[in-house]
């Protein structure tokens, strides 16, 4: 299975853009690439995902590297609403139904 | 709209005690999840299961038990509850498309004595 590695943990100060990255050198040209994010106490919640073009919507832009092995999730304003734990996954692929989330970046906003 | 609905929400156990967990969703997904959260982890996956009458293991099935008798219910089962199994679990549902989004009920807080 195909594996992510992000940073345990980042700070951003408040109104700041924030760019988290994830690597995923054994891609395949199948999987997609999902982000989520754990606000505390809840379960996690989709942000944005995307396969080989980056990808914008209201919570954030997805920037794919060309060989598609890095990608970076771009908040461009945090806000003290953004602290949380981001998950980067892949989606493996037509026929592989596995979803496996890693320990993610847990993101601290500054005031 | 309800989404993805867990109960219990809070339970706590003895040793050896046994219990089930319902999840259902009500968006006609075929792919259903269940995971397990520790205190400061990520998730794992326990059992997944892509449409009715199938189950599969996920990274850490040995305990668990599932069954997904009805489509829009998935049944995580404790036969014989020990503390290592104290947890928050979660479920989550999607459609089969790759780019199926995954919604997540609200948790379940498992506590084993």
């Known amino acids: 299975d195909a594996k992510t590695t992000q940073p345990n943990s980042m700070e951003s100060n408040e109104e700041e853009p924030v760019h988290l990255p994830c690597n995923h050198s054994?891609?395949?040209?199948?999987?997609?690439i999902h982000w989520y994010r754990q606000l505390p106490s809840q379960g996690p919640e989709y942000v944005i995902h995307?396969?080989?073009s980056n990808v914008n919507n209201r919570m954030a832009s997805l920037a794919i590297a060309e060989d598609r092995k890095s990608s970076t999730l771009i908040l461009h304003r945090a806000t003290l609403r953004d602290a949380a734990v981001y998950y980067c996954?892949?989606?493996?692929?037509?026929?592989?139904?596995?979803?496996?989330f890693g320990t993610g970046t847990r993101l601290t906003i500054i005031p | 709209n309800a989404g993805v609905t867990q109960t219990p929400k809070f339970r706590v156990l003895k040793t050896g005690q046994s219990m089930t967990l319902l999840c259902a969703q009500d968006?006609?997904?075929?792919?259903m999840y269940w995971y397990r959260q520790d205190p400061g982890m990520g998730l794992r996956l326990i059992h997944y299961?892509?449409?009715?009458?199938?189950?599969a293991k996920g990274e850490v099935p040995d305990g668990y038990n599932v069954s997904r008798l009805k489509k829009q219910n998935f049944l995580l089962g404790l036969e014989s509850a020990a503390p290592s199994q104290t947890s928050v679990y979660f479920c989550?549902?999607?459609?089969?498309?790759?780019?199926?989004?995954?919604?997540f009920g609200e948790g379940s807080r498992l506590t084993v004595l």
């Open positions: 989550a549902s999607r459609t089969s498309v790759d780019t199926g989004e995954l919604f």
């Open positions: 054994t891609i395949s040209g199948t999987d997609y």
């Open positions: 995307g396969l080989t």
């Open positions: 996954i892949l989606s493996l692929g037509f026929g592989n139904e596995k979803l496996t």
């Open positions: 968006m006609n997904h075929e792919y």
């Open positions: 299961s892509v449409g009715e009458g199938t189950t």
